[in-house]
């Protein structure tokens, strides 16, 4: 009898080895292409760019980086968003569980995000009205009144039942680039980093098996199950759902 697991994770790149951005978009269209025909279960892709722009469907003129920076027009929603090394991003091309429940899609990636930064000692919030999750302003240890601070963007394009793009989160990277932009159209807020918010260097290679790890664990119901047929003779008691890795560092 088959069994039941999620479309593999990938590791594309991650610094220094960043990966271009129109490269792995094309990845991500040839995949899709695939999961809609049946002919592929897909995969979950990890992986940090080369630094870019790239610009969603809802970008506005006044959106744009006031230095001129070339940007990528993407077919995914949202505004304005930054890439580059030192930020964890995610694609999931994967067929949801239910293509009518794309806000529950959204819950999930936002939620594994949360639990990852539950982790190193960080509230992770949800604000109404807008997506990603933030880091929620407060008074700072000289009395200072911070702003909300985004530490994921969460973009998604859904297509025949299949996802693509994902959510970036900031883990290492530069902000500079940010004071170019009003990201994701979003004026009266900041951008953040896990290693701002908690005073030490955390990279995405610290972080990628948490996120795998909460990612999994929080897939089923969310993303279609992979049948996997089970090797002559074993028996079903035998069976695992061990979630498959590629490309994991050990």
Known sequence: ??????????????????????????????????????????????????????AGK?????????????????????????????????????RLADPAAVKDYVWFLEEAIIRTLADHGLTGERVDGRSGVWILGGIDGDGRLRPDRKVAAVGLRVNHGVSMHGFALNCSNSLEPYEHIIACGIS?????????????????????????????????????????????????????????VEGTPQ
């Open 58 to 94: 809802r970008t506005e003129p006044q959106d744009l980086p006031d230095d001129g920076s070339p940007v990528v027009n993407v077919d995914r929603g949202g505004k304005l968003t930054w890439h580059g090394p030192g930020q964890l991003v995610c694609y999931p091309v994967v």
């Open 188 to 244: 009266d807020a900041g951008s953040t980093t896990i290693s701002a918010e908690t005073g030490r260097t955390i990279t995405p290679a610290d972080v990628l098996a948490t996120v795998q790890e909460h990612f999994a664990a929080l897939a089923p119901g969310h993303i279609a199950p992979v049948p996997q047929v089970l090797p002559a003779g074993t028996a079903d008691g035998d069976a695992t759902t061990k979630t498959l």
């Open 1 to 54: 009898m088959p069994v039941t697991t999620m479309p593999p994770f990938r590791v594309l790149g991650l610094s220094p080895d960043t990966v271009d951005y129109l490269s792995a978009w094309n990845l991500q269209q040839q995949l899709h292409a695939e999961v809609v025909a049946g002919s592929s279960s897909g995969s979950v892709l990890f992986l940090e760019h080369t630094a870019v722009y790239t």
